[in-house]
């Protein structure tokens, strides 16, 4: 009988299109090492780990693991946004009880900040009541968020490279509309994700690096009214005759009937009206400088799931971090989250290294206000700098079969089932009142 510990692998948060590839690079080096029994996938996150619904990972034909570069969000063993708070102490419980009955020795989460936290309260929980397991986590998060406004502890996160790309093609595309129809349809609102920090409206400025298109990018952080959103457009209307606004989901507006996750976080895309229809409502019943109306376009899921716009940079460090965990996880070394780090030169390339999770549990980054513009209303040179060796240069060439993508699926290999069912604790109760 094996005296290996086996590995619990689970992903958590809103998908990106290259999460998968950073669980492939964790699966594929974790198959390598002389310590790591079994790799299991926890189906849906935390959540998987609570139900005890554990795929077998190790034992998955090897194409299916190798379609995970090509297979975007998180359609694979799932993902959750379920977090472990401090009161839920039957949850906690529940995780050691599964650990043990699956001989459980490393604890790998892949997610954003919120997801560095559960991973930071396992690792510090199983150090508490002295059980020997390994707590690593790895990052993802389309918004850019995780880490310090330094970049010292991570320079960008796998995820945001390829929205960013998204991004970039979409403003082209649409810049094309805009010039062809802009005497019926002067102005488009566009809305981009990043609840607080502008890292993804941001992007739609490497799709004109020259400044040559008449673009407005609004993000969290830009200090402006809607009337003086209004006044700029109309200034840019007289100037150009035409204007595309890209907005941040988290732009103040007001009230917009926002609905909460269960990370406490807005879930903008739940909210009863969206932050594009406000300002074009606004927009068309203040008037415009020229005839015609704004209309505007709101992305959606699709800006984290675009496959087609994946970057091939990010697609290639998604996969490395995946392995740096790995090697975090077989070497011991808990307690922290594999990391890409810049390394100085004008030639972009990184290495791999790793943070402390009590650094980066529940950070959150922000945008470098010395890389908003005076107006309030762009980003600099200096932004554009950082964020465009993130694309690649070409496109991402995907496996088709009669014209359909192929995409990873997994066999259903759960693992046996040896303790009673469990509701989360979170699903059948509130927390305590204070």
């Not at 093609?169 to 607080?196: F, T, W």
């Not at 920090?197 to 830009?222: F, H, N, T, V, W």
Request: proline share 5%; charged share 25%; aromatic share 8%.
């Amino acid at each position: 009988m094996s005296t290996k510990k086996n590995l619990i692998v689970a992903q958590s948060g809103g998908p990106s299109p290259v999460i998968n590839n950073t669980l492939r690079g964790l699966v594929e080096a974790a198959l390598q090492t002389d310590n790591i029994g079994t790799v299991y996938g926890a189906h849906h996150g935390i959540e998987g780990v609570l139900k005890e619904e554990l795929i077998n990972l190790t034992d998955q034909p090897a194409e299916e693991i190798s379609l995970l570069r090509y297979t975007p969000a998180a359609g694979s063993i799932g993902t959750c946004r379920y977090k472990l708070k401090d009161w839920q102490n039957e949850d906690f419980d529940r995780c050691i009880e599964v650990f043990k009955a699956h001989n459980i020795g490393y604890f790998v989460y892949i997610g954003g900040n919120d997801s560095m936290d559960t991973a930071n309260k396992i690792a510090k929980m199983a150090q508490d009541r002295g059980l020997d397991l390994v707590g690593i986590g790895g990052p993802k998060t389309i918004d850019n968020d995780v880490g310090d406004s330094e970049f010292k502890l991570i320079d960008h996160t796998p995820g945001y490279a390829s929205t960013a790309k998204y991004w970039m093609h979409m403003i082209q595309y649409a810049n094309e509309e805009n010039r062809g129809s802009c005497p019926a349809d002067p102005v488009l609102v566009m809305q981009a994700m990043g609840r607080k920090i502008g890292y993804i409206p941001a992007a739609a400025r490497l799709a004109d690096p020259k400044r040559e298109m008449p673009l407005q990018i609004y993000m969290a952080e830009s200090p402006c009214s809607l009337e003086e959103l209004h006044e700029n457009v109309n200034k840019q209307l007289r100037e150009d005759g035409r204007c595309i606004v890209v907005l941040s989901e988290g732009f103040d507006v007001g009230d917009i009937g926002a609905r909460k996750d269960s990370f406490g976080h807005t879930s903008f895309s739940a909210s009863s009206i969206t932050v594009a229809q406000i300002v074009t409502n606004y927009l068309n019943e203040n008037g415009l400088a020229v005839k015609g109306a704004a209309r505007c376009n709101v992305s959606g899921t699709d800006q984290r799931h675009a496959m087609a716009y994946a970057s091939s940079v990010d697609l290639d460090e998604a996969y490395h971090a995946g392995e740096m965990a790995a090697v975090l996880a077989s070497t011991g070394q808990s307690g922290y989250m594999s990391t890409i780090l810049r390394n100085e030169g004008d030639v972009y390339s990184v290495r791999y290294d790793k943070a402390p999770l009590s650094e980066v549990a529940n950070s959150e980054r922000t945008f470098p206000k010395e890389w908003i513009t005076a107006n309030g209303y762009d980003v600099t040179d200096e932004f554009v700098k950082y964020a465009k060796p993130l694309l690649g240069e070409g496109m991402v060439s995907l496996p088709m079969i009669d014209g359909r993508q192929r995409m990873t699926r997994l066999e259903p290999m759960f693992a046996e089932q040896k303790l009673p069912a469990y509701v989360p604790q979170a699903d059948r109760q509130e927390a305590p009142k204070k």
